[in-house]
């Protein structure tokens, strides 16, 4: 009886906590896929909104030797995206999300695919931190990996 006095309780309390956070957790993806989005329509006001004003970005650049970290500004991948003609129709497409999140923040492991104007064009996997600030959950790094072998 004792047992069940203890048990059926955290029983409880578990269960009213598991909703809560699977809506955080769709909140962090839906952050993640508006950045997507922005990116695909060209909308530099959704690409920003993504972002924490700190926020930075980074890439892993596969070589012989070992890989190398390149890096860039959320507004030069910004200005970039702008002016990507029109004609030209970016489009990461999201594969699976894996959320972890302790309280204020996050991390999200995403594998992608990545074509321009619908043709293959590499895939790799973005992992995200991101925090939760008064405007809701906000994107404060990326950093990816981009290949073109391997993405079956």
């Known amino acids: ?16 906590a598991a909703p809560a956070f699977a809506q955080e957790e769709k909140e962090v993806e839906k952050v993640i896929a508006s950045l997507f989005e922005g990116m695909k329509t060209k909308n ?3 690409l920003q909104a993504a972002f924490h004003p700190e926020a930075s970005m980074q890439t892993v650049i596969a070589g012989e030797e070992g890989a190398k970290l390149g890096s860039n500004s959320v507004q030069d991948f910004v200005n970039r995206i702008s002016n990507t003609p029109a004609t030209t129709q970016l489009d990461e497409r999201i594969l699976e999300y894996q959320v972890k999140i302790d309280g204020d923040m996050a991390a999200a492991w995403t594998p992608y695919r990545f074509y321009v104007n619908d043709a293959f064009s590499h895939c790799g996997v973005n992992s995200f931190q991101l925090i939760k600030t008064a ?8 950093i990816d ?4 072998q391997g993405c079956d």
């Open 135 to 142: 405007e809701g959950w906000k994107i404060t790094y990326i």
């Open 1 to 16: 009886m004792r047992y069940l006095k203890t048990i059926l309780p955290a029983f409880f309390l578990v269960s009213l």
């Open 145 to 148: 990996t981009r290949r073109k």
């Open 44 to 46: 530099t006001e959704l």
